[in-house]
Structure formats: C-alpha cells, structure tokens
C-alpha cells in the first residue's frame, strides 16, 4: 500500500521561500503525476502543481511564477518550493499521488489518492 | 472562488439521505472531464471517496455514490450516519486550469 511521508518547514518569514519534501513508500514511483496541494486555514482545496517521474510539470497558472516542484527519482521523493511568500500563502499543504487515465493521448481523468500528513506552514513576521 | 461550486453546507438526520451537489462549467465538467470526490474529516487530510464519477475505491461503503450529468456532479450519502459528518470536496479537470476543486461542503449530522 502506498504510502506519502513529508516534511519542512513550518514557520516563514515574508519573503522567505517555502520547501516541503514528500517520499513515496510502498508502490511505483513512475506512472504517476506527483502533486502538492494547499488549504489555508477554514478554507479549500487549492490545487499547486504536479511533476512525473521524468520530471514533466505541470503548474497552477496563479502561482506558476512562484513554484518550482522537482523530483528525485532515485529516493522515490519529489520537492515544492514557493518563492517570496507572503501571509496569504499560509496553509496546510498536502502532497498526494495523482493517477491520470488518458485516451488517445488526452486527459479524460484525474484523481488523487492517496494523500500525505499535510504540513501546516505559517507565513509571519 | 472556486471553479467548481457547491453548497457550503447540508445537513440530515441519522438514516437520512443527502446529496452534495457540484457545479461545473464548459471548460471542465461539462467538457466531459470526470469528477471525484474527496472526504475530509475534522483535522486528517482528505481522503478519495469516489472517482471517475461514479466508482467507490476500495473499503468506501456502498452508501455513497456519485453521479454526472452535464455540467454537474452529485454526491449522495444513504443511511447518514455521525461518522459521516466531514467536509466534502468535488475535483475535476479544466482546460485552463488544469485541477480544480469546489469550496467544500460542510456536512452536519443532527
């Protein structure tokens, strides 16, 4: 069964960046997309961004020139790093596995399962 | 705002049963992406609770299920019991934005 670990940091300073680590146990790393998403605190999901085995990403176009998601193939681990925070980036950020079926080359659909812990990152001063 | 929308909260009884209802648009659901649905219980992280619009993963009891129709999706829950009291999120694709969710639906047990 599969199971995601991470960690990082949980206090920033404004302008700081934010890096989180997730590790995949127990299943294949490739075949998969490999996504972080956020949830500030009493509100919803936000989708962040995604990267596969061979290290194709995908972004949230709202925070695309803020994000960087790399993988590390052979620790079977994938990072986020968010670049000058602010205080609205303060949240709960979860990494989860993305499973894609596609036909004839295009998404038809796109889940995520399973999830990680979260880690709650607080931005201030 | 989220692309998708739904009601911020549904509430019923024990044995009751409810429906959660998920709006789309062209660019997503209605652009014939599937919809999941998400289950969160008070401070856990979600939890996949039905996919492609309407398959329950493993160990996901049969009284919840999914539907499409559309531009919209709904989720249903028979037999409502107090540990189905959560947080629920519908997820699909989008054109544009690639994964989008709705805000959330607070499920209250009475």
């Known amino acids: 069964q599969v199971q995601l670990q991470q960690w990082g940091a949980g206090l920033l300073k404004p302008s700081e960046t934010l890096s989180l680590t997730c590790a995949v146990y127990g299943g294949s790393f490739s075949g998969y997309y490999w996504s972080w998403i956020r949830q500030p605190p009493g509100k919803g999901l936000e989708w962040i961004g995604e990267?596969?085995?061979?290290?194709?990403?995908n972004y949230n176009p709202s925070l695309k020139s803020r994000v960087t998601i790399s993988v590390d193939t052979s620790k079977n681990q994938f990072s986020l790093k968010l670049s000058s925070v602010t205080a609205a980036d303060t949240a709960v950020y979860y990494c989860a596995r993305g499973v894609i079926t596609m036909v004839r080359g295009v998404i038809l659909s796109s889940w995520f399962d399973p999830w990680g812990q979260g880690t709650l990152v607080t931005v201030s001063s | 705002q989220s692309v998708l929308t739904q009601p911020p909260s549904v509430s019923g009884a024990p044995g009751q049963r409810v429906t959660i209802s998920c709006t789309g648009s062209?660019?997503?659901?209605?652009?014939?992406?599937?919809v999941h649905w998400y289950q969160q219980l008070p401070g856990t992280a979600p939890k996949l609770l039905i996919y492609g619009n309407s398959n329950r993963p493993s160990g996901v009891p049969d009284r919840f299920s999914g539907s499409k129709s559309g531009t919209s999706a709904s989720l249903a829950i028979t037999g409502l019991q107090a540990e189905d009291e959560a947080d629920y999120y519908c997820?699909?694709?989008?054109?544009?934005?690639?994964?989008?969710f709705g805000g959330g639906t607070k499920l209250t047990v009475l």
């Open positions: 062209s660019s997503n659901i209605g652009a014939g992406y599937d």
């Open positions: 997820q699909s694709y989008d054109s544009s934005l690639r994964k989008v």
């Open positions: 990267i596969n085995h061979s290290g194709s990403t």
